[in-house]
Structure formats: C-alpha cells, structure tokens
C-alpha cells in the first residue's frame, strides 16, 4: 500500500497502490542507423495510483540506462548521500565504460536528467520526487521497476541487433546488457 509520509502531499486515492513507471515514446537517436544507437530513448512518467508524481516527457532521456539504474535500487540505494548515479533517468549518455573496482558499466552524460531518491527500510521503499514524499511495499517498487525495464528491453528485442562501432563500445554494450540480464533474472524472488 502506497503511504503518504507526514508533512507531504495526499495523493488522494485510498485503495491499494498501484505505481506505475511509464516509458513513453521510445525510439532510437540514430534514425537513419538505429543499430549504431546503443541506448534506447524517450521520456518517462512514474504514477501512483493514477497520480502523476513526475511527467518528464523529454523524448531523449537514456531510458535504457535508466532502466539499468532502476534495477540497482532493487540492491542499493539511491540517496543523496550515497547515489547510484548523477540521475536515475540520465538526459544522455555520451560516455560510457567499465569501472575497474566495481565491474559495473558507468555512464557520464550531460548535467541533465530526471531524479529522485529510492532507499528501503524494512521492508518498504521510500521515494522522494521533488515535494512528495511516498512509501511502497519493497515489493510492489521491485515490480514497477522490473516492468519498466520489461517494456524497455522489448524495445530492444523488437528492434534490429546493435552493432557497437568499435571494441570499447562492444565491451561496455555486453557488459551492460549482462548486468541488466543478472539484475532482472535476480529481482524475480523479489516480485
């Protein structure tokens, strides 16, 4: 059940929650090469119980690597003093590698993107998306999250294969689908 937490909003419907985190508009940057573009895009929007509690509809955020850091606040949080990434849904992503001590793929893109903090406390999750202030059982979070990476991936699925351009990008696209694929594979206990 989605809570509203003192001193916030009331997100006015009672009945049990039902957060959504929407993709919106999915496409690729490279039209004319859509299998050089390694980063599926388009905007986002995350309700609860039919509310908009953020409409970004900015159709050239990195919804993929957005999707792959959803999928790490299944494990982590995503605070402001310790967060998983600049912005949970980056606007771009004009580099991206493999960090040698953690293994995982980073992302650096511009100073823009979508934000909120995600962090789990016994059992329930807690957003905060600019003044709301909300909690959701872990689980419900884990499945709102698993089928937003579900909607991106089939994206992926039903576009044509990726050519990465060189064996940087191919190191780093494998890597990132890899993790992608251990994260979504492990979160299924968690739904």
């Known amino acids: 059940m989605l809570d509203v937490l003192p001193g916030t909003r009331a997100l006015g419907a009672t009945q049990p929650s039902m957060l959504r985190i929407i993709p919106v508009n ?17 905007g986002i929007q995350l309700l609860a119980n039919d509310r908009i509690l953020l409409d970004a509809p900015d159709n050239d955020l990195a919804v993929s690597t957005g999707a792959l850091h959803l999928l790490r606040t299944l494990e982590a949080d995503h605070s402001a003093a310790s967060p998983l990434a600049e912005h949970l849904i980056p606007h771009c992503g004009h580099a991206m590698w493999i960090d ?72 780093w696209f494998a890597s990132f689908r890899s993790e992608w694929k251990a994260r979504r594979d492990s979160s299924r206990s968690a739904i």
């Not at 999915?26 to 388009?42: N, S, V």
């Not at 962090?119 to 089928?147: F, H, K, P, S, Y």
């Not at 994206?155 to 044509?160: G, K, L, P």
Request: proline share 3%; glycine share 6%; charged share 30%.
């Open 26 to 42: 999915l496409h690729w940057l490279a039209r004319t090469q859509p299998t050089k573009d390694l980063c599926a895009h388009g």
């Open 100 to 171: 040698q001590e953690s293994g995982l793929v980073e992302n650096m893109g511009c100073n823009q993107g979508v934000n909120w903090w995600v962090t789990t406390r016994d059992g329930r999750v807690e957003l905060v998306i600019e003044t709301d202030r909300v909690q959701i059982r872990q689980n419900e979070w884990a499945e709102a999250v698993c089928q937003f990476a579900d909607a991106v991936d089939a994206f992926y699925v039903a576009s044509e294969p990726k050519t990465p351009e060189n064996e940087d990008e191919r190191e």
